[in-house]
């Protein structure tokens, strides 16, 4: 059976059944190192309380020396893993979400199977979508459950975006900070269930967000690194302007698709662009002031496609979410991607 919304919120079976996918397993990582604004704001030409009044970030996480996206990616998968009660044995697919990876290949996914010791038998690949990666890493594994009719995958989302960070650039230097989080996702009667998943994509403007250095276009060099075309690069301004323009028409069709009423949503957990666009998405969406808006962007910064795992974990933490609830995933990211889940808790 497959499962719909209806307009109330309620779901409902409909005949033809691909079976329902839920999440039995959520984890979270992020490194031990407390970055505070006072650190960043010198060599941006900048002062603390510039950057919070601009981004609303008081301080965020960077990763060791010796600790890659990959490791990252392990401690949280090793939560995740223990808190739904499964084995690496037990997993048919590992997908990792990442927009900077250990290296060129291989692959996140599959260096993290390797140290989780995941059998042959288990399909492991990177999705890079930026920041939108790990709802559409989320969504494709949902596919490759239903099609199989059962078992079990891990979800990560993971980024190190600090060491791509230009300390001088006032635009960016603040902006980021590293992480990971991960989900189980399995079928079956347990779980908290995923009712519905898009993706969509604006490529109009592939400026708006990139780093631009380092791939086939401009292959690392000594050019690359004076210009620091390896760091990323921001219109911070624009992205703003182009998300006021297409998210809430997204997220209308998104929610009328799904047949449910913004003020049946009882939580948004988007992604964590910086804390003032957090703060905006209430009344850019016209979500109901019941609605909770979760934010880890404040003390975490935006950790790319960690962000939205990280600040689910938060919540269940918190014991923020109830059986039954409505909980809207948002992300965009460089692209520009976009990708919507729905979650039954």
């Keep these: 059976m497959s499962t719909a919304v209806t307009p109330s919120g309620s779901p409902r079976r409909t005949a033809g059944a691909d079976p329902a996918v839920g999440v039995l397993g959520i984890g979270s990582y992020v490194p031990s190192d407390v970055v505070p604004n006072e650190e960043i704001a010198g060599p941006a030409g900048v ?11 008081l301080t965020r996480r960077r990763a060791k020396p010796d600790e890659a996206t990959s490791d990252l990616a392990v401690q949280a998968a090793r939560q995740a893993m223990e808190d739904a009660g499964v084995r690496a044995a037990d997993l048919s697919l590992v997908i990792a979400a990442t927009t900077t990876p250990d290296c060129l290949g291989p692959a ?6 390797g140290q989780l010791e995941c059998p042959l038998s288990t399909a492991a690949f990177d999705i890079h979508a930026a920041c939108s990666g790990f709802l559409t890493a989320m969504s494709t594994a949902e596919n490759f459950l239903r099609a199989r009719g059962g078992g079990h995958a891990l979800v990560i989302g993971a980024d ?9 650039d006032r635009r960016t230097a603040a902006l980021w900070g590293d992480g990971a989080g991960a989900v189980v996702l399995g079928t079956g009667a347990g779980g908290r269930r995923m009712l519905i998943s898009r993706q969509r994509s604006y490529g109009a403007e592939p400026d708006l967000g990139s780093i631009p250095g380092g791939g086939s276009r401009e292959p ?3 050019e690359t690194l004076a210009r620091a075309r390896h760091t990323v690069h921001l219109d911070g301004r624009r992205i703003s302007e182009v998300l006021a323009e297409l998210l809430p028409g997204m997220v209308d069709d998104f929610l009328a698709e799904a047949g449910v009423d913004r003020a049946d949503i009882a939580h948004l957990v988007p992604h964590q662009g910086n804390g003032r666009i957090v703060e905006s998405l209430r009344p850019m969406l016209g979500l109901a002031d019941a609605t909770t808006v979760h934010a880890t962007a404040p003390d975490l910064a935006n950790t790319g496609s960690a962000s939205v795992p990280l600040t689910l974990h938060q919540a269940v933490r918190q014991d923020a ?18 990708a919507f889940t729905l979650l039954r808790w």
């Design 108 to 113: 996140v996914a599959c260096l993290t199977a």
């Design 160 to 168: 190190t975006y600090t060491r791509f960070v230009n300390p001088a």
């Design 220 to 222: 690392a060099g000594p």
């Design 47 to 57: 002062t603390p309380e510039w950057i919070v009044r601009k981004t609303g970030i």
């Design 321 to 338: 979410l109830r059986p039954g609830d409505l909980v809207l995933l948002i992300a965009f990211g460089a692209g520009a991607a976009f």
